[in-house]
């Protein structure tokens, strides 16, 4: 059974500021649409014309803390999650704190007095977004955070007491001497053979920029998430020449590991298309839930979503099988509403 603190997550903490806008909007700010990218200069004066002139939103994000945020829900068990980020000491990292607490996540942040909490445009058109990203404070995180005891316990100590699953995405790229902290933790992890490491893509111009990082992270990782564009641009960066999702999922889980405790399996979603699993040297796909045009709200934090409703029966050691389908119904949940948001209670059986 699941269980106080069975999954942390440690990531980007975006403060969303989501609104639906028109062709006009994305033309004047150079935006295409499904794009997800971080801000450039051009980009700044977007998010002052957001929430002045639109109706806007304001929802605690970053992947991972959706998928955190969303994999309590389904729990539905008190701290069965935590997370870990930076902040600025500011009215929306205020508003971050308030949202998470409510959430039920137990929130570890660290908050930094010289930068503004980082904040995400969600631009809405039709039901699809585009997300760009400020990432300010969230790119202040300090490794003496993760070192103190409080914080250390959630992830390394913890784990001598029992079976802890860590989610992470590639915004902890800031920490000194390039994951010299983050590659102690792992060591640890995978010496104790019984904990599970998860990691998501991210985004495109994560596989793309970021190479170095991944390839020094993922001997670690057990499970491998993302989507089609980001799996095409993983399989680009890296020479594979193919576009063929079914056959990166599988040269993602066959790359190297350092801990054979657990077989690597790689989990790519296609909007709409079926999810395609590799492991073991084999594809599987999953067909998802299906939802009429009518009912599309906004697809912003679909991926985190499946992430999360995946997390919250795999910690329960749920099969595969049980594990996308939560995920498919997460998903399918949050793209029927306003930002990656959820109705008191989930239904999932």
């Not at 990218?37 to 304001?58: F, R, T």
């Not at 300090?142 to 784990?159: I, M, Q, V």
């Not at 590659?183 to 904990?195: A, D, F, H, W, Y």
């Not at 699993?277 to 985190?304: C, H, M, Q, S």
Request: proline share 4%.
């Amino acid at each position: 059974m699941a269980s106080e603190g069975i999954l942390l997550g440690m990531g980007n903490p975006l403060l969303d500021i989501s609104a639906v806008v028109d062709d006009e909007f994305l033309q004047k700010y150079n935006i295409k649409l499904n794009d997800a990218i971080l801000a450039e200069e051009h980009h700044l004066p977007m998010y002052d014309e957001l929430a002045s002139k639109h109706n806007v939103e304001y929802i605690a994000g970053g992947a991972t803390q959706n998928s955190i945020r969303v994999a309590q829900w389904m729990l539905q068990i008190p701290g069965a999650t935590s997370y870990m980020g930076c902040i600025g000491k500011d009215k929306f990292g205020e508003e971050m704190k308030k949202n998470v607490k409510e959430a039920g996540v137990n929130a570890h942040y660290y908050e930094d007095e010289t930068a503004p909490t980082g904040t995400c445009a969600v631009c809405v058109v039709g039901g699809e977004r585009s997300l760009i990203a400020n990432l300010s404070a969230a790119n202040c995180y300090k490794s003496d955070h993760l070192k103190r005891p409080e914080n250390w316990k959630l992830g390394a100590t913890r784990l001598r007491k029992h079976s802890t699953s860590i989610l992470l995405d590639f915004s902890l790229r800031f920490l000194p001497n390039p994951y010299s902290l983050l590659l102690s933790m792992l060591l640890q992890i995978t010496r104790q053979g019984v904990q599970v490491f998860l990691m998501n893509l991210s985004a495109p111009f994560i596989c793309e920029f970021f190479r170095d990082a991944q390839d020094k992270v993922f001997p670690y990782v057990d499970y491998i998430f993302g989507n089609e564009t980001e799996a095409r641009t993983f399989s680009r960066v890296r020479g594979w020449e193919t576009d063929n999702v079914e056959e990166i999922a599988l040269k993602i889980s066959a790359l190297p590991k350092a801990s054979g405790t657990h077989k690597r399996i790689a989990v790519i979603t296609q909007g709409s298309d079926p999810v395609v699993v590799a492991e073991d040297g084999k594809v599987r796909l999953f067909p998802v839930i299906l939802l009429p045009k009518e009912k599309l709200v906004d697809t912003n934090g679909a991926g985190d979503a499946f992430v999360g409703g995946f997390l919250s029966q795999m910690v329960k050691q749920k099969s595969i099988d049980d594990c996308i389908r939560a995920g498919s119904y997460a998903a399918n949940v949050i793209i029927q509403r306003s930002g990656c948001t959820y109705p008191e209670k989930p239904d999932f059986k």
